[in-house]
T-cell receptor, first 116, second 114 residues
Framework: AQKITQTQPGMFVQEKEAVTLDCTYD???????LFWYKQPSSGEMIFLIYQGSYDEQNATEGRYSLNFQKARKSANLVISASQLGDSAMYFCAMRGGMDSNYQLIWGAGTKLIIKP | DAMVIQNPRYQVTQFGKPVTLSCSQTLNHNVMYWYQQKSSQAPKLLFH???????NEADTPDNFQSRRPNTSFCFLDIRSPGLGDAAMYLC?????????????FGAGSRLTVL
């Protein structure tokens, strides 16, 4: 069975510090994708970054990077130089292949609070 | 800007009174999804349309129905809302299923049941 685990229910981080949000996954699919979404208190889900299982390099998007360790089945999100606006829920999600009907499996989320 | 629009943003209904939530997209995406999200939880997929093909999740209650009259619009109908249906309902779209297809979400419709 496919599963996403986010072990940090909540985190407090000082503004301007780097943040690492943990995500581990379990799948028997050879081809899969990993996504990170941000959800501010307003409710809208905002796509941050994507990593494919066959991508050799870690994905980066501005201040966001994904630390992909395939052998350990982890896909941690790193936010550099955190800002107050980064305070939000962060969800890790995985999409499997055809056998899992391409559906997204979501983690429970991590609530990140940036302190001034 | 191309986007996903949900209406209404806030809906208050009475126990048992039918509700319809709408979603429109200007992205011309093939796939449209409806998720239910309760407080501090991950979103839960209710169903999705792949073009006109409706795909219901096995554990979605019959109380929830959906319509997609054309590519741009999708509706969520809750026939007899119960107190447990109070939640945020998120509409999302993607160009296709699978692979790196990113889901683009609307701002959500927050449903309160009195």
């Amino acid at each position: 069975a496919q599963k996403i685990t986010q072990t940090q229910p909540g985190m407090f981080v000082q503004e301007k510090e780097a943040v690492t949000l943990d995500c581990t996954y379990d799948t028997s699919d050879q081809s899969y994708g990993l996504f990170w979404y941000k959800q501010p208190s307003s409710g809208e889900m905002i796509f941050l970054i994507y990593q494919g299982s066959y991508d050799e390099q870690n994905a980066t998007e501005g201040r966001y990077s994904l630390n992909f360790q395939k052998a350990r089945k982890s896909a941690n999100l790193v936010i550099s130089a955190s800002q107050l606006g980064d305070s939000a829920m962060y969800f890790c999600a995985m999409r499997g292949g055809m056998d899992s009907n391409y559906q997204l499996i979501w983690g429970a989320g991590t609530k990140l609070i940036i302190k001034p | 800007d191309a986007m996903v629009i949900q209406n209404p943003r806030y809906q208050v209904t009475q126990f048992g009174k039918p509700v319809t939530l709408s979603c429109s997209q200007t992205l011309n995406h093939n796939v449209m999804y409806w998720y239910q999200q309760k407080s501090s939880q991950a979103p839960k997929l209710l169903f999705h349309y792949y073009d006109k093909d409706f795909n219901n999740e096995a554990d979605t209650p019959d109380n929830f129905q959906s319509r997609r009259p054309n590519t741009s619009f999708c509706f969520l109908d809750i026939r007899s809302p119960g107190l447990g249906d109070a939640a945020m309902y998120l509409c999302a779209t993607s160009r296709d299923r699978g692979g790196a297809n990113v889901l683009t979400f609307g701002a959500g419709s927050r449903l309160t049941v009195l």
